[in-house]
């Protein structure tokens, strides 16, 4: 089996919904992915932020954790990103060899950590606004977002700006394991 992308990586887990948009995304097969919400909302209105945040740490891949690879898989829903986080693109949670019906079931915080104990990144950090499904192990690496403002409100880009920068250079966001103890190959 190949090894998937990102081993010893730093890594940012990725989702769309209420981190780059707001939370409430539909989607219908003629229209595709559509916001209902009230007007001063977008699609991806905080991609930039999240751009720029990103641009002086070009060591950090990202690995798509949101719902929007289940419908246009993984190139399909980084072709959504801005040229510069889409570059970062090294993967996603969920893949095609996986039975989505299983995959879809779990709760975020262990499709994320489920794919973190078979990438094995150097560091990772996650964006959602799904509080569900963490392990004590892993939340300390789990920022949750705002579901309506994402990563927009400023005591988020802090902590965001704060934890990116500890990510960039290999160091756990505190005391707890970047991950359980991995049995070695």
């Given at each position: 089996m190949k090894r998937p992308k990102g081993r010893g990586a730093p890594l940012l887990y990725l989702d769309f919904d209420g981190v780059l948009t707001h939370e409430n995304v539909l989607w219908h097969p003629r229209r595709g992915a559509y916001l209902q919400a009230p007007e001063r909302y977008r699609l991806f209105q905080h991609a930039p932020l999240l751009d720029a945040m990103l641009q002086p740490y070009p060591n950090i891949k990202v690995v798509l954790s949101t719902s929007w690879v289940h419908q246009y898989g993984c190139t399909g829903a980084a072709k959504r990103l801005p040229p510069g986080l889409r570059v970062r693109v090294i993967g996603a949670t969920f893949h095609s060899r996986m039975p989505l019906q299983g995959f879809a079931l779990l709760?975020?915080?262990?499709?994320?950590?489920?794919?973190?104990?078979?990438?094995?990144?150097?560091?990772?950090?996650?964006?959602?606004?799904?509080?569900?499904g963490w392990p004590t192990w892993a939340q300390p690496h789990f920022l949750q977002t705002d579901p309506y403002e994402g990563i927009s409100p400023p005591h988020l880009q802090d902590e965001l700006r704060e934890r990116l920068a500890l990510l960039a250079d290999l160091k756990p966001p505190s005391v707890f394991p970047t991950h359980p103890p991995f049995q070695e190959e």
């Open positions: 709760p975020r915080g262990e499709q994320v950590t489920e794919d973190v104990l078979r990438r094995r990144p150097g560091a990772w950090l996650a964006l959602d606004d799904d509080p569900l």
